[in-house]
C-alpha cells in the first residue's frame, strides 16, 4: 500500500483521536443553562479558532495538492515545487502565530470576551493532539516499511514529509480540538 494512503487512513484515526479527547473537554466544562430553543453565542475564541482552521486547512491542502500533483521525488528534486509547498506550510504556520497571538490579547484584556470556559477549553484544546501524532507517525512507518520492505531503503525526503505531517497534525488537531469542544451534546 502506498504511504500516502497509509497517511490518509491515519488522519482519519486522528481526526476520532481528538474528537474523543474534546467529549472529555466538554465534560469538565462549567455548565451552561439556557432556555429552550435558544442557542449559545459563539465565543471570540471560536470565531478566531474557526477562522485560523479555515485558513490553516486551505493553505495545507493546496501544499497537499501541489505535493500529489508533482509526485514525492520531483518535489524533493525541483526547488520551486519544494519551496512553494514549504512557503505554503509556513504560511499556515504564521496563520496559527496570529491566532496564538490574538488569543493572548483576548486573555489579557478584562471585558469579559474570555471566560472561565474559554480558559478551560485553551488548557485541554492539545489533549488529542499527542494520540493524532502518534498515529500519524505509526501510519508513515508502517507504510514506508511495507511500501520499500524488499529494498530497505527508503528515500529521505520522507523524512521531511514526515516532520511536515507531524507539524500540521499539531497545529489542525489543536484548533480542531478548540472548536468540539464547544459543541454542545
Known amino acids: 500500500m502506498n504511504p500516502i494512503l497509509w497517511l490518509v487512513v491515519a488522519l ?95 486573555a489579557i484584556r478584562d471585558d469579559g470576551s474570555f471566560d472561565e470556559r474559554d480558559t478551560a477549553i485553551m488548557a485541554r484544546s492539545c489533549a488529542g493532539v499527542g494520540g493524532a501524532m502518534m498515529v500519524v507517525v505509526a501510519a508513515w512507518m508502517i507504510g514506508l516499511v511495507e511500501t520499500y520492505h524488499e529494498t530497505r531503503l527508503i528515500p529521505s525526503y520522507y523524512l521531511s514529509l514526515i516532520f511536515w505531517s507531524l507539524v500540521m497534525t499539531n497545529v489542525i488537531a489543536s484548533l480542531a480540538g478548540i472548536l468540539l469542544a464547544y459543541r454542545r451534546s
Open 12 to 106: 482519519l484515526v486522528a481526526g476520532v483521536i481528538v474528537f474523543v479527547s474534546s467529549l472529555a473537554t466538554r465534560r469538565q466544562l462549567p455548565a451552561v443553562e439556557l432556555p429552550d430553543g435558544e442557542k449559545l453565542p459563539k465565543t471570540a475564541l471560536q470565531q478566531r479558532a474557526a477562522w485560523a482552521l479555515l485558513a490553516v486547512m486551505v493553505l495545507s491542502l493546496a501544499a497537499v495538492g501541489s505535493l500529489l500533483f508533482f509526485g514525492a521525488e520531483r518535489w524533493w528534486d525541483d526547488d520551486a515545487v519544494r519551496l512553494t509547498f514549504t512557503f505554503l506550510l509556513l504560511a499556515a504556520l504564521g496563520v496559527y502565530l496570529v491566532f496564538s497571538i490574538s488569543v493572548r490579547s483576548l
